[in-house]
């Protein structure tokens, strides 16, 4: 599995664009990208997933360089709600492996 | 059902004694997967499902733990002569296929407490 490095903790304000960048250095040809989100007492959410270039759904935007070596996640106007603890996973497996994530807080 | 639900969602035990975690997979889904939090934020995988056949059991402690996956039923986790080090919160997730580029549907959680 590649290991990947995302901030501890992240503060923004409802309306806010939200940006969490993880890096991967070490991502094999096979890998996917994936992002969860956590709430407390919550199992983890599927957000998105690419494997280069740009993918948008209906609730992020994933931007992945040429070389793959990191990837960000983009979060628009953030609300209250969106306070949580967001994974990004590096894989070809099926066994999920979640770091420490990053703690986003959004204030009022 | 559209969900993973797990029961119970909280389950306290003394130490020795058995606990048993159930999961229903999202209806249409082949896959399950158990994963065990013990600190917060690491999770570690368990075990894997393909149907009701064990499809990856390499993070399953061989002594204590077991799990089934029966037609017709809930799937289950079964831990016995618990231990404290067994204190975690065990989520179930499923998926369609079990490719890496398949999303995992996560149940919200079963906290099992060993006292």
């Known amino acids: 599995l590649a290991k990947t490095t995302q901030p501890i903790s992240m503060d923004s304000y409802e309306g806010q664009e939200v940006n969490i960048t993880c890096s991967h250095n070490?991502?094999?040809?096979?890998?996917?990208i994936t992002w969860y989100q956590q709430f407390p007492s919550q199992g983890p959410r599927f957000i998105i997933q690419g494997y280069k270039t740009k993918v948008t759904n209906e609730v992020a935007s994933l931007f992945i360089p040429a070389d793959r070596k990191s990837s960000t996640l983009s979060l628009p106007r953030v609300s209250l709600s969106d306070t949580a603890v967001y994974y990004c996973?590096?894989?070809?497996?099926?066994?999920?492996?979640f770091g420490a994530g990053t703690t986003v807080t959004v204030r009022a | 059902g559209e969900e993973v639900a797990q029961t119970p969602k909280h389950l306290v035990r003394g130490e020795g004694q058995k606990a048993k975690l159930y999961c229903a997979p999202i209806?249409?889904?082949?896959?399950v997967f158990w994963y065990q939090q013990v600190l917060k934020n690491e999770f570690k995988f368990l075990i894997s499902f393909q149907n009701e056949n064990v499809f990856d059991e390499t993070g399953m402690p061989k002594e204590r733990f077991s799990a089934k996956c029966l037609p017709n039923s809930p799937c289950s986790l079964e831990i016995q002569a618990t231990k404290l080090e067994d204190s975690a919160v065990y989520f179930c997730a499923s998926s369609r296929v079990g490719q890496s580029n398949q999303p995992q549907h996560f149940g919200d959680g079963t906290r099992l407490s060993i006292l």
């Open positions: 996973l590096v894989a070809n497996d099926y066994k999920l492996s």
């Open positions: 070490n991502i094999a040809t096979n890998d996917y």
């Open positions: 209806k249409g889904h082949s896959y």
